[in-house]
């Protein structure tokens, strides 16, 4: 009777096969087989350091992207651009602090001349944005005899000069020290300063005629552009001597008394020394204006000027304007 063997499954038939292979096969086997683990291995972890390393060495720039900075991987500082989605809010600046001011007392090289006071005038920005095209006229109670100092900020420029018209004659005439005369056939034209900023809201205009060497007390200060900080600071000397005489005597009338409709009460807002501009900012894609006034109040028996705080309009104050040609 023939015997009946089971079929083997197999892993039956591969564990007979295997203890069939002689002790140095299967030695052998082993080592090619832990080799290529090894191989396998050495690439796995390889690739992944290259991976990690991409991602760490990386600069990541991301745009159009809303949301704060955030890290991605080891030291990976992802920078977020909002600009365009974003926009910059209109900063409108600040009034300028501005000081005019007569010292009470003049440089030790002038102190023999009792004709002299010392002066000095600050602009400074004191907002967070620039202010540009600053343009002004000065009217004091005395002229202006000299400058004698002018400090500003880096790549700030300035136009600093006395307003009074020049003459043309055409025959004979000129300027004197007793005022000015003209031939009996001639004829004279005056020549007008050019002004950047001229009093909009003044309120009546008093003028007379300069003899020669005299000196005024109206002036022009222009500022290329003030960054934020940036400042502009003038110290000078005004004089009442025979040279300011005559631009004291027109700067001390006031407006309400003079023909043609002198007032019998007098004007107490009247102001005839101040310190006004205008000056320029960026709004958007525009340029804006801003207008000021600095009223400045004189002490005629001392001698001595100083500045009122500065208002964007002209509130109580009836401004006059001064021209000294």
């Known amino acids: 009777m023939p015997i009946i063997t089971p079929k083997k499954s197999r892993w039956e038939r591969c ?15 082993i080592a090619s087989a832990f080799l290529v683990l090894l191989t396998v291995a050495g690439w796995f972890v390889s690739k992944t350091k290259d991976r990690s390393s991409a991602f760490r060495d990386s600069v990541i720039a991301a745009t159009n992207v809303s949301g704060s900075a955030f890290v991605q991987g080891s ?3 992802v920078t977020v651009d909002n600009s365009t989605h974003l926009a910059t809010p209109n900063v409108i600046p600040d009034l300028p602090n501005i000081l005019i001011e007569t010292l009470d007392g003049v440089p030790p090289e002038f102190s023999d001349n009792s004709h002299l006071r010392l002066s000095r005038l600050v602009v400074r920005n004191s907002s967070d944005v620039a202010i540009e095209s600053f343009c002004s006229r000065l009217q004091l109670p005395e002229p202006i005899s000299e400058t004698l100092q002018t400090n500003l900020t880096p790549g700030t420029t300035i136009g600093w000069h006395p307003l009074v018209d020049r003459i043309v004659i055409k025959g004979t005439g000129g300027r004197t020290q007793s005022g ?3 031939g009996p056939t001639s004829r004279i034209s ?14 009546g205009e008093i003028g007379t005629f300069s003899r020669a060497g005299d000196l005024t007390g109206v002036w022009e200060l222009n500022i290329s552009r003030l960054p934020p900080g940036g400042y ?4 000078f000397l005004s004089s009442n001597d025979r040279e300011g005489t005559n631009y004291i005597a027109m700067a001390s009338v006031p407006l309400w008394s003079l023909s043609p409709n002198p007032q019998r009460a007098p004007n107490t ?3 005839r020394y101040s310190f006004e501009g205008e000056y ?14 600095v009223p400045i109040i004189y002490d005629d028996a001392a001698r001595l000027s100083y500045s009122l705080p500065i208002q964007k309009d002209c509130g109580k104050w009836h401004p006059v ?4 040609q």
Request: net charge positive; glycine share 4%; aromatic share 18%.
């Open 232 to 235: 502009v600071s003038l110290s």
């Open 180 to 182: 000015l005369w003209l």
């Open 15 to 29: 564990v007979d096969w295997w203890r069939s292979w002689s002790p140095q096969v299967k030695q052998a086997v």
């Open 190 to 203: 005056f020549v007008e300063e050019p002004m950047a900023f001229f009093p909009r809201f003044a309120k």
């Open 280 to 293: 320029g900012y960026a709004e958007g894609a525009k340029m804006q204006k801003q207008h000021f006034l």
């Open 269 to 271: 807002n009247e102001l």
């Open 75 to 77: 030291g990976n500082t």
């Open 321 to 324: 304007t001064l021209v000294f």
